[in-house]
């Protein structure tokens, strides 16, 4: 088992920056791909970024590239950098873990298929 908890949620104006970090806690994560995910109302889930913790190889939607930074720490947490952000980044974003096989496998952007996850943390960004 996989325990998340996300935190760094908050209120920010156009243009300004949030830092999110997810806790885990529970089995090792050698195998292991975090992702983070966003949820506005009314929509779907979707992918933002993501970090393979074997090699630390990342991975972007479009629409944050160049924005977010995701990355990790030598424990077990994991950090989304959120830089430039925009009102349609508005939204609740989700900590997930994926238990990659094989473990240098690309990881998924659909969120179904990941085994675990926080209880999100919302980010509202105002024009």
């Known amino acids: 088992q996989v325990q998340l908890v996300e935190s760094g949620g908050g209120l920010v104006q156009a243009g300004g920056s949030l830092r999110l970090s997810c806790a885990a806690s529970?089995?090792?994560?050698?195998?292991?791909?975090m992702g983070w995910f966003r949820q506005a109302p009314g929509k779907e889930r979707e992918f933002v970024a993501a970090?393979?913790?074997?090699?630390?190889?990342t991975y972007y939607a479009d629409s944050v590239k160049g924005r977010f930074t995701i990355s990790r720490d030598g424990v077990k947490n994991t950090y989304l950098q959120m830089n430039s952000l925009k009102p349609e980044d508005t939204a609740v974003y989700y900590c997930?873990?994926?238990?990659?096989?094989?473990?240098?496998?690309?990881?998924?952007?659909?969120?179904?298929?990941?085994?675990?996850w926080g209880q999100g943390t919302r980010v509202t960004v105002s024009s």
């Open positions: 997930g873990a994926q238990n990659l096989s094989p473990p240098w496998a690309t990881p998924s952007v659909t969120s179904h298929e990941y085994d675990y």
């Open positions: 529970g089995r090792t994560f050698s195998t292991y791909v």
């Open positions: 970090i393979r913790w074997r090699d630390g190889t």
